[in-house]
Structures are given as structure tokens and as C-alpha cells.
Nanobody
Framework: QVQLVESGGGLVQAGGSLRLSCAAS????????MGWFRQAPGKEREFVAA???????TYADSVKGRFTISRDNAKKSVYLQMNSLKPEDTAVYYC????????????????WGQGTQVTVSS
């Protein structure tokens, strides 16, 4: 199993940017699909973005064009660059891993991080 630790959350004004990082340890990282989910208060956890081992990415419609997912296999890390943030982006953001990014977009995750809070003020 992969262990995941997120960092980079915080408080930002609407229109601002944040970059989340996720460091992985444990079994082979480069073969895993990696992704980000988020959960706002009172709402279910939802898919945000995923990236395959080869770098192919997919995004939720709500963040497309504003968020960018990337990975550095040598550093066993995955990143989420969030631009043009909106108050509705406020949530706890979770790093996730699954061998299949396609399965991840359907909510199938083999490993979760502990989450990092992102708060966007209006």
C-alpha cells in the first residue's frame, strides 16, 4: 500500500492561487495513477483530478481550465496547482492513489492521504 501525505493547504482570497503537494512512500509509486478529491462541509467527497503514470490527466468539469495536476515520479510526488480559486472550492482536499486512473474517476481509491484544508474567502 502507498502512504500519502498532503501539504500546501491554507486560506486564500477568491481569485488567488494555491499549490497542493502530496508525497508518497511505500510500494512502487510510478506505476500508480494519482489523484485529488475534495470534500466540502455537508457534501460527499468528489473527484477533482487524476494523472496516470505516463502523465495523462483528467479533470472534473468544475475545475477544468483552473486546476492543473502534475507528478514527479523521481520525487514520488503529485501536485495540484489551483488558480482562479472560488469560494465554492473550499473543502478538505485528499490525495489518492489507484493503479487505474479510470477507476479513480469513479471513486475507486486504494490509498488516501489525511487531507489538507483549503479555504477560499469571498
Amino acid at each position: 500500500q502507498v502512504q500519502l501525505v498532503e501539504s500546501g493547504g491554507g486560506l486564500v482570497q477568491a481569485g488567488g492561487s494555491l499549490r497542493l503537494s502530496c508525497a508518497a512512500s511505500g510500494r512502487t509509486f510510478s506505476a500508480d495513477g494519482m489523484g485529488w478529491f475534495r470534500q466540502a462541509p455537508g457534501k460527499e467527497r468528489e473527484f477533482v483530478a487524476a494523472i496516470s503514470w505516463s502523465g495523462g490527466s483528467t479533470y472534473a468539469d468544475s475545475v477544468k481550465g483552473r486546476f492543473t495536476i502534475s507528478r514527479d515520479n523521481a520525487k514520488k510526488s503529485v501536485y495540484l496547482q489551483m488558480n482562479s480559486l472560488k469560494p465554492e472550492d473550499t473543502a478538505v482536499y485528499y490525495c489518492a492513489a489507484n493503479p487505474s486512473t479510470a477507476a479513480m474517476t469513479n471513486g475507486q481509491v486504494s490509498s488516501w492521504g489525511q487531507g489538507t484544508q483549503v479555504t477560499v474567502s469571498s
